[in-house]
């Protein structure tokens, strides 16, 4: 590349992102929001000649001032080094934190656009972004949806089947792995084997053949109930990663198993006297980061999770192990004080993105270990933030539940610039709840859809006890203005998130689980349903999707292998 052509390509990159961030500023000024004041951004554009590097480096600061909001987004300052984000310590005064446990550099975990090298969805919702929670593509000719088998598992305190998050994983073994593992031996034989991993209320982590609902190995058992969603590792490498929702027996917090033989190589304990609160469980879903060997979780007891696996996997031998060296970020907030993070951390390149009990959403730098910004949610988050990459920058979506504001009150669904917290658009649903002793929540409890192919305009969102106390809704939500493009009512309520599949063609359609155990086939273009099935009870669990067969677990003690056809 000659010089000229270079300097040409860093002048059209940097045209770009002016225009862009104007158009993020444009839409700012006109913001739903009706609590944001005025804001003055300024923009400073720097261009650095490249040192070695034939690529020049872009520098873009973006300074945010705010006069009456009580939330102080800080200065902020992105340079784009490669591939990490730099940024500086969020000056919000609402937070104090500090870093707790083993001093380590996480310089390295840096998630790239790819999580995981084998074929499958092996963490909730799939990736680091969690916007996969589907695996490849889905010949859809009827229209409807078939049972292809069910299981029936044991029962704990909390019941069996599946609750919430309660994500299955569903996967692709490489061969040399499969054979490795403690597999039944027809399944090791067999090319065409895909293992469907679920973690039920029952305590125990059950595995099957994708096709049959066949029991495929030994159930692990863990004791206490899981009701969050289990990892797979995506290097393919035989390990799985457990969080457990209820202590019932034995040692309670969050198990990383041996999936060559099914025992327990690891454990640690929620209960941890480094956590400003007691509470051990652990509904988070663990990113991994296979290159640099890291774990990365949130804790209920309001810790976040920065783990060096040291993991040996010796293919010859056959064994495996891990050695975690662990890093907690610990914080705590003057207002709300509601401490636990029940969603699934998202990640970008080094920014880890998490809500928590009070509602509040974080942006964390694992590289230079601090807050980056921090933003009022309204109410408490349990949703997992999705996110989406708009050029070269992150953007959240991200919901509330109603719980703080009582038995009535409004679910916003926001979209977030992920690089400075600053919000884009805010859509307002009037949601109802049952709080107090056994609470029931309503609002956003499920997992937004990044829509993709067809429907690419759009997120899918939905809301549980919509304007009535057993009421839902699904709605498609224009990325761009947060605009209604459609939305479909139902009689009963999603805990359940809805599931993305497209054909070959990129048709898109949409799998809604509900309270009522109805499972919906919708198209995505308008929110018609195509089809229900009913299963035996309540649906809280979310499904995941390959090719077109489903995994979903009920309350009522069952997992189902379902297909679209
Ligand atoms: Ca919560
Ligand atoms: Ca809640």
């Known amino acids: 590349m000659s010089k000229t052509f270079q300097l040409f390509i860093v002048h059209i990159l940097i045209m770009l992102s002016v225009m862009f961030l104007h158009k993020d500023n444009q839409i700012a000024t006109t913001a739903i929001n009706p609590q944001m004041s005025a804001k003055k951004i300024i923009q400073v554009f720097k261009l650095e000649k490249g040192k070695k590097s034939s690529v020049s480096q872009k520098t873009t600061k973006v300074i945010i001032e705010e006069s009456k909001e009580e939330i102080k987004v800080s200065p902020t300052e992105v340079i784009e080094e490669g591939k990490t984000v730099s940024t500086k310590k969020t000056e919000s005064k609402i937070l104090t934190y500090d870093i707790v446990g083993k001093k380590q550099s996480f310089d390295d975990t840096v998630f790239s656009d790819k999580y995981t090298e084998i074929d499958g969805v092996l963490t909730f919702r799939g990736n680091q972004y969690r916007s996969a929670p589907s695996y490849g593509t889905v010949d859809i000719t009827e229209e409807t949806i078939i049972k292809n088998w069910e299981f029936t598992t044991s029962t704990s305190s909390w019941g069996g089947g599946a609750g919430w998050t309660g994500q299955p994983a569903i996967v692709k073994w490489p061969e040399e792995i499969k054979k490795m593992m403690n597999l039944k031996p027809k399944y090791k034989q067999d090319k065409y084997f895909i293992e469907a991993i679920y973690a039920s209320l029952d305590g125990n982590v059950y595995f099957f053949d994708l096709r049959t609902g066949q029991e495929s190995r030994e159930k692990i058992k863990i004791g206490n109930p899981i009701k969050g969603s289990i990892s797979v590792d995506p290097r393919g490498y035989p390990l799985l990663y457990v ?131 921090i933003i009022d949610g309204k109410d408490d988050t349990d949703a997992t933030l999705v996110l989406e990459v708009e050029g070269d920058t992150p953007y959240l979506y991200s919901g509330n539940e109603v719980d703080i504001q009582g038995t009535k009150g409004i679910s916003e669904v926001k979209k977030i610039n992920g690089l400075t917290g600053k919000i884009i658009w805010i859509k307002s649903f009037e949601c109802q709840s049952q709080i107090g002793e056994h609470p029931v929540n309503g609002g956003m409890l499920g997992t937004p859809i990044i829509g993709k192919e067809k429907i690419s305009d759009r997120i899918i969102i939905n809301m549980a006890r919509y304007m009535t106390f057993s009421g839902g809704l699904i709605s498609a939500l224009d990325k761009k203005t947060g605009d209604i493009l459609w939305q479909t009512e139902m009689k009963n309520y999603p805990w359940s998130s809805p599931v993305d599949v497209y054909t070959k063609d990129g048709k898109a359609y949409i799998i809604q689980c509900n309270s009522a155990g109805e499972v919906n086939l919708i198209n995505a273009e308008n929110g018609d349903i195509l089809h229900t099935i009913k299963l035996n009870a309540n649906i809280e669990s979310s499904p995941a999707i390959y090719k077109g067969f489903i995994v979903i677990a009920t309350r009522g003690q069952k997992i189902y292998g379902l297909k679209i056809k």
């Open 243 to 373: 969080g457990e929702g209820i202590p019932e027996k034995g040692a309670f917090g969050f198990g990383i198993y041996n999936l060559l033989d099914g025992k327990q190589l690891y454990h640690i304990k929620g209960n941890d006297k480094n956590a400003y609160r007691g509470w051990g469980a652990f509904d988070s879903s663990a990113l991994i980061h296979g290159e640099s060997d890291t774990l990365v979780l949130g804790g209920e007891n309001g810790m976040l999770y920065l783990v060096s696996l040291n993991t040996k996997f010796d293919k010859e031998k056959k064994t495996i192990s891990v050695e975690p060296e662990i890093t907690n970020y610990r914080y705590k907030t003057s207002k709300r004080k509601l401490l636990g993070i029940e969603n699934s951390v998202a990640a970008y390149k080094n920014l880890i993105y998490f809500a928590d009990n009070s509602g509040y959403i974080q942006c964390f730098d694992m590289s230079k270990q601090h807050p980056v910004w």
